[in-house]
């Protein structure tokens, strides 16, 4: 088990650019695969992207390719989330996820390990 925390969310205008850190506890984080989903209000979880535990993309959510960009640093057991651009549709609660073993990488239900979620808000 991995504890995530997610933090960086802010109010922003629309065009503007965050990022996003997602710190874990786990010294084995390196194992674990990293993904960023969001969740706006009333709405199903939505896959954002998603780096191996070898710093491989392994996929962005179709809505926010050529935008955002997935990284990680495994030996500050950190990953980020760069997002350019903000729209006021990406406003949502951000939340990082990680597993071990992941068969459908947009799949909330593929993470065991989840961090509470920071707030991103984006003005028009």
């Known amino acids: 088990h991995v504890r995530l925390v997610e933090s960086g969310g802010r109010l922003v205008q629309a065009g503007g650019s965050l990022r996003l850190t997602c710190t874990a506890s786990e010294t084995s984080y390196s194992n674990y695969a990293m993904a960023w989903f969001r969740r706006a209000p009333g709405k199903e979880y939505e896959f954002v992207g998603a780096i191996s535990w070898k710093n491989n993309i392994m996929g962005y959510g179709e809505s926010v390719k050529g935008r955002f960009t997935v990284s990680r640093d495994n030996a500050k057991k950190t990953a980020y989330l760069q997002m350019n651009n903000l729209r006021p549709e990406d406003a949502a609660v951000y939340y990082c996820?990680?597993?071990?073993?992941?068969?459908?990488?947009?799949?909330?239900?593929?993470?065991?390990?989840w961090g509470p979620g920071t707030q991103v808000t984006v003005s028009s």
């Open positions: 996820a990680a597993s071990q073993i992941i068969v459908n990488v947009a799949s909330p239900d593929d993470y065991d390990n």
